[in-house]
Protein backbone atom coordinates (compact mmCIF):
# COMPACT_ATOMS: atom_id res chain seq x y z
CA UNK A 1 0.00 0.00 0.00
CA UNK A 2 1.74 3.63 -0.82
CA UNK A 3 0.49 5.70 1.73
CA UNK A 4 2.42 8.81 0.39
CA UNK A 5 1.26 9.92 -3.41
CA UNK A 6 3.60 12.17 -5.13
CA UNK A 7 2.79 14.61 -7.97
CA UNK A 8 4.07 15.08 -10.66
CA UNK A 9 5.86 12.08 -11.42
CA UNK A 10 8.28 14.13 -13.39
CA UNK A 11 8.82 17.69 -14.09
CA UNK A 12 10.72 19.69 -16.90
CA UNK A 13 10.43 22.98 -17.18
CA UNK A 14 12.52 26.12 -18.09
CA UNK A 15 14.56 28.03 -15.87
CA UNK A 16 12.56 31.05 -14.33
CA UNK A 17 9.62 29.25 -14.21
CA UNK A 18 7.73 28.38 -10.98
CA UNK A 19 6.50 24.71 -10.33
CA UNK A 20 4.72 23.18 -6.98
CA UNK A 21 5.33 19.60 -6.01
CA UNK A 22 2.45 17.55 -3.71
CA UNK A 23 2.63 14.72 -1.41
CA UNK A 24 -0.44 13.22 -0.37
CA UNK A 25 -2.10 10.80 2.41
CA UNK A 26 -5.16 9.67 3.82
CA UNK A 27 -2.50 9.24 7.14
CA UNK A 28 -2.06 11.46 9.83
CA UNK A 29 1.68 12.37 9.94
CA UNK A 30 3.99 13.54 13.27
CA UNK A 31 6.15 15.05 11.00
CA UNK A 32 6.74 15.04 7.15
CA UNK A 33 10.15 15.89 5.79
CA UNK A 34 11.04 16.64 2.04
CA UNK A 35 14.35 15.62 0.34
CA UNK A 36 16.37 16.01 -2.69
CA UNK A 37 17.95 13.55 -4.19
CA UNK A 38 20.34 13.83 -7.07
CA UNK A 39 22.05 10.55 -9.37
CA UNK A 40 24.12 8.19 -7.49
CA UNK A 41 23.71 9.67 -4.07
CA UNK A 42 21.94 9.95 -1.07
CA UNK A 43 18.87 11.85 -0.55
CA UNK A 44 19.31 15.50 1.18
CA UNK A 45 17.21 16.56 4.05
CA UNK A 46 15.72 20.15 2.88
CA UNK A 47 13.25 20.70 5.73
CA UNK A 48 10.99 19.30 8.45
CA UNK A 49 7.44 20.20 8.92
CA UNK A 50 5.14 19.15 12.08
CA UNK A 51 2.36 21.58 12.76
CA UNK A 52 -0.45 21.59 10.96
CA UNK A 53 -0.46 24.43 8.26
CA UNK A 54 2.93 25.37 9.64
CA UNK A 55 4.71 27.05 6.23
CA UNK A 56 8.56 27.28 5.64
CA UNK A 57 10.82 29.09 3.53
CA UNK A 58 14.19 27.92 2.31
CA UNK A 59 15.64 30.51 -0.06
CA UNK A 60 13.40 30.11 -3.23
CA UNK A 61 12.01 26.82 -1.68
CA UNK A 62 8.52 26.95 0.21
CA UNK A 63 7.36 24.14 2.45
CA UNK A 64 3.78 23.73 3.61
CA UNK A 65 1.69 21.03 5.68
CA UNK A 66 -1.97 20.89 5.34
CA UNK A 67 -3.64 21.62 8.47
CA UNK A 68 -4.62 18.20 9.24
CA UNK A 69 -1.03 16.68 8.87
CA UNK A 70 -1.85 14.64 6.05
CA UNK A 71 -0.62 16.91 3.00
CA UNK A 72 2.12 18.80 2.26
CA UNK A 73 3.69 20.94 -0.73
CA UNK A 74 6.45 21.97 -2.28
CA UNK A 75 7.17 25.33 -4.24
CA UNK A 76 9.46 26.67 -6.19
CA UNK A 77 10.10 29.95 -7.43
CA UNK A 78 11.95 30.89 -10.43
CA UNK A 79 13.57 27.79 -10.49
CA UNK A 80 17.28 26.94 -12.34
CA UNK A 81 19.14 24.42 -13.17
CA UNK A 82 20.90 23.85 -9.76
CA UNK A 83 17.19 22.39 -8.56
CA UNK A 84 17.38 19.87 -11.02
CA UNK A 85 16.70 16.27 -9.20
CA UNK A 86 14.66 13.88 -7.40
CA UNK A 87 12.29 15.48 -4.77
CA UNK A 88 10.82 13.21 -2.05
CA UNK A 89 8.61 13.87 0.76
CA UNK A 90 8.74 11.22 3.92
CA UNK A 91 6.14 11.06 6.47
CA UNK A 92 6.79 9.98 9.86
CA UNK A 93 4.13 8.17 12.52
CA UNK A 94 4.86 8.79 16.19
CA UNK A 95 5.79 5.60 17.22
CA UNK A 96 7.14 3.87 14.23
CA UNK A 97 11.00 4.19 15.54
CA UNK A 98 13.34 5.16 12.77
CA UNK A 99 10.81 4.44 9.23
CA UNK A 100 9.84 6.82 7.25
CA UNK A 101 7.29 6.21 4.35
CA UNK A 102 8.45 7.61 1.25
CA UNK A 103 6.46 9.13 -1.80
CA UNK A 104 7.28 7.94 -5.23
CA UNK A 105 9.02 11.25 -5.92
CA UNK A 106 9.24 13.71 -7.99
CA UNK A 107 11.82 14.10 -10.96
CA UNK A 108 12.35 17.72 -11.84
CA UNK A 109 14.32 19.00 -14.71
CA UNK A 110 15.66 22.48 -14.84
CA UNK A 111 16.56 23.34 -18.98
CA UNK A 112 18.35 26.76 -19.11
CA UNK B 1 30.56 17.08 11.72
CA UNK B 2 31.12 14.11 9.10
CA UNK B 3 28.29 12.90 7.41
CA UNK B 4 27.45 9.15 7.51
CA UNK B 5 29.55 7.10 5.45
CA UNK B 6 28.95 3.80 3.43
CA UNK B 7 31.05 0.98 2.41
CA UNK B 8 31.68 -0.34 -0.20
CA UNK B 9 30.01 2.49 -3.00
CA UNK B 10 29.77 -0.14 -5.65
CA UNK B 11 29.39 -3.88 -5.48
CA UNK B 12 28.74 -6.77 -8.16
CA UNK B 13 28.24 -10.53 -7.01
CA UNK B 14 26.06 -13.51 -8.55
CA UNK B 15 23.45 -15.17 -7.19
CA UNK B 16 23.43 -17.39 -5.00
CA UNK B 17 26.33 -15.22 -2.74
CA UNK B 18 25.71 -13.39 -0.13
CA UNK B 19 26.90 -9.66 0.68
CA UNK B 20 28.09 -7.58 3.72
CA UNK B 21 26.95 -3.60 3.83
CA UNK B 22 28.47 -1.10 6.32
CA UNK B 23 27.55 2.17 7.36
CA UNK B 24 29.06 4.53 9.67
CA UNK B 25 26.36 7.33 11.48
CA UNK B 26 26.91 10.68 12.42
CA UNK B 27 29.10 11.22 15.70
CA UNK B 28 26.53 11.01 18.48
CA UNK B 29 23.81 9.52 16.42
CA UNK B 30 22.49 5.81 17.86
CA UNK B 31 19.78 5.27 15.35
CA UNK B 32 20.39 3.67 12.23
CA UNK B 33 17.95 3.11 9.99
CA UNK B 34 18.16 0.91 6.33
CA UNK B 35 16.39 1.33 3.21
CA UNK B 36 16.10 -0.18 -0.54
CA UNK B 37 16.19 2.04 -3.28
CA UNK B 38 15.33 0.57 -6.44
CA UNK B 39 13.18 2.17 -9.71
CA UNK B 40 9.72 0.45 -8.96
CA UNK B 41 9.85 0.37 -5.68
CA UNK B 42 11.02 3.61 -4.38
CA UNK B 43 12.53 4.06 -1.09
CA UNK B 44 11.71 0.87 0.99
CA UNK B 45 12.62 0.66 5.06
CA UNK B 46 14.34 -2.49 5.71
CA UNK B 47 15.03 -2.14 9.64
CA UNK B 48 15.97 0.24 12.21
CA UNK B 49 18.71 -0.13 15.13
CA UNK B 50 18.85 1.57 18.21
CA UNK B 51 21.48 0.97 21.09
CA UNK B 52 22.70 -2.25 19.36
CA UNK B 53 18.84 -3.37 19.22
CA UNK B 54 16.76 -3.81 16.30
CA UNK B 55 13.82 -1.54 17.40
CA UNK B 56 11.27 -1.73 13.76
CA UNK B 57 11.77 -3.83 10.49
CA UNK B 58 9.81 -3.45 7.24
CA UNK B 59 8.90 -6.28 5.23
CA UNK B 60 11.42 -7.56 3.80
CA UNK B 61 12.61 -11.73 3.78
CA UNK B 62 14.47 -13.30 5.95
CA UNK B 63 17.58 -12.83 3.92
CA UNK B 64 17.72 -9.44 4.90
CA UNK B 65 19.43 -8.75 8.24
CA UNK B 66 21.64 -6.31 10.36
CA UNK B 67 23.33 -5.31 13.87
CA UNK B 68 24.75 -2.39 15.30
CA UNK B 69 27.86 -2.53 17.19
CA UNK B 70 28.49 -0.38 20.27
CA UNK B 71 29.74 2.28 18.59
CA UNK B 72 26.57 2.72 16.41
CA UNK B 73 28.02 1.17 13.25
CA UNK B 74 26.05 -1.05 11.71
CA UNK B 75 26.35 -3.48 9.00
CA UNK B 76 23.23 -5.23 6.45
CA UNK B 77 23.51 -8.76 5.12
CA UNK B 78 21.78 -10.03 2.52
CA UNK B 79 22.25 -14.16 1.86
CA UNK B 80 21.71 -16.14 -0.83
CA UNK B 81 21.33 -12.91 -3.24
CA UNK B 82 18.30 -12.98 -6.40
CA UNK B 83 18.78 -10.55 -9.47
CA UNK B 84 15.42 -8.40 -7.61
CA UNK B 85 18.37 -7.83 -4.92
CA UNK B 86 20.08 -5.20 -7.51
CA UNK B 87 19.31 -1.83 -5.83
CA UNK B 88 20.64 1.57 -3.96
CA UNK B 89 20.91 0.02 -0.25
CA UNK B 90 21.11 3.44 2.19
CA UNK B 91 21.88 4.16 5.35
CA UNK B 92 20.66 6.89 7.19
CA UNK B 93 21.26 7.88 11.13
CA UNK B 94 19.21 9.54 13.37
CA UNK B 95 19.63 11.24 17.21
CA UNK B 96 16.16 9.67 17.40
CA UNK B 97 14.44 12.56 18.29
CA UNK B 98 10.71 13.35 18.12
CA UNK B 99 10.16 13.89 14.63
CA UNK B 100 13.13 11.30 13.24
CA UNK B 101 15.00 13.66 11.08
CA UNK B 102 17.22 11.23 9.33
CA UNK B 103 20.96 12.17 7.17
CA UNK B 104 21.44 9.90 4.90
CA UNK B 105 24.92 8.45 3.38
CA UNK B 106 25.50 8.36 -0.42
CA UNK B 107 24.50 4.27 -0.75
CA UNK B 108 25.61 1.62 -1.96
CA UNK B 109 25.37 0.75 -5.23
CA UNK B 110 24.41 -3.53 -5.35
CA UNK B 111 24.55 -5.17 -8.47
CA UNK B 112 23.55 -8.72 -8.80
CA UNK B 113 24.27 -10.88 -11.79
Known amino acids: TQLLEQSPQFLSIQEGENLTVYCNSSSVFSSLQWYRQEPGEGPVLLVT?????EVKKLKRLTFQFGDARKDSSLHITAAQPGDTGLYLCAGFFSGNTGKLIFGQGTTLQVKP | KAGVTQTPRYLIKTRGQQVTLSCSPI?????VSWYQQTPGQGLQFLFEYFSETQRNKGNFPGRFSGRQFSNSRSEMNVSTLELGDSALYLCASSWAGEYNEQFFGPGTRLTVL
Open chain 2, 27 to 31: SGHRS
Open chain 1, 49 to 53: VVTGG
